[in-house]
């Protein structure tokens, strides 16, 4: 009975959202409506097929990173969450409130909150990161062709990330950097970033592992710009 009610509550949860998010987008509704029936069967068809193919892609990438902690989470689990992460994605002003949302359940499913986070944080930073360097080397190929007025914007958002990974990496460094904050934040606050920084410099270790999540996530990139075009 109480699993009744809890599945009753969710989908009544969810129905208000759906009616919620066409509500706040009935304005595009008709737009949309006219884009999806010119499409080709085919081509839909095929660009679901690919969304899928990228979503699992990087849940793979997501269950390596958190292999990584001592977090085990099954694969069809880890894809479940993904999807309504992206739900919230799409329904929430940014695309944070997906990444709480899937740090939430991981970390309801693993009794490691503060791990859960940082590996959600840094999964999301290594989209990023990967993004940046496709779109990076693209523009690079592209130069002579590209008008763009900000064609300095992903390599620079390239370098930053760049800049971050060795901050995150070099002990020695980031030491320098933490001596100039440490003193102007709270006691409590710098425990828990010492946390978060461990449980990310941990990773450094598994350069395998690392190596086949950067490779997934170009993989997945790829693949989802390819749904998208």
């Known amino acids: 009975m109480k699993t009744a009610r809890a599945l009753i509550l969710r989908l009544a949860i969810s129905a208000c959202l759906m009616a919620l998010l066409l509500h706040m987008a009935r304005g595009s509704i008709p737009k949309m409506r006219n884009a999806i029936l010119s499409l080709s069967p085919y081509i839909f068809l095929v660009g679901i097929a690919l969304f899928l193919i990228s979503l699992f892609i990087i849940s793979i990438r997501l269950k390596i990173l958190l292999n990584t902690q001592g977090i085990s989470c099954n694969i069809a689990y880890i894809v479940k969450i993904n999807l309504i992460s992206h739900f919230f994605s799409s329904f929430l002003p940014t695309s944070a409130g997906g990444d709480i949302v899937k740090a939430f359940y991981i970390a309801r499913s693993?009794?490691?909150?503060?791990?859960?986070?940082?590996?959600?944080?840094?999964?999301?930073?290594?989209?990023?990161?990967?993004?940046?360097?496709?779109?990076?080397?693209s523009l690079f190929y592209l130069r002579e062709?590209?008008?763009?007025?900000?064609?300095?914007?992903?390599?620079?958002?390239?370098?930053?990330?760049?800049?971050?990974?060795?901050?995150?990496?070099?002990?020695?460094?980031?030491?320098?950097?933490?001596?100039?904050?440490?003193?102007?934040?709270?006691?409590?606050?710098?425990?828990?970033?010492?946390?978060?920084?461990?449980?990310?410099?941990?990773?450094?270790?598994?350069?395998t592992k690392?190596?086949?999540?950067?490779?997934?996530?170009?993989?997945?990139?790829?693949?989802?710009?390819?749904?998208?075009?």
Request: glycine share 4%; aromatic share 12%; proline share 4%.
């Open 110 to 137: 693993s009794n490691s909150p503060l791990k859960s986070y940082t590996i959600v944080f840094l999964d999301r930073f290594i989209g990023m990161f990967t993004i940046f360097l496709i779109g990076s080397a």
């Open 145 to 207: 062709n590209s008008n763009l007025s900000f064609n300095w914007l992903l390599p620079g958002l390239l370098i930053i990330s760049v800049i971050l990974i060795i901050l995150l990496f070099n002990k020695r460094i980031a030491k320098i950097f933490s001596g100039l904050i440490i003193p102007l934040l709270p006691h409590r606050v710098v425990n828990m970033l010492g946390k978060i920084y461990n449980a990310v410099y941990s990773i450094k270790e598994f350069k």
């Open 210 to 229: 690392m190596t086949v999540v950067i490779i997934l996530s170009i993989v997945a990139q790829i693949v989802c710009f390819s749904a998208i075009c």
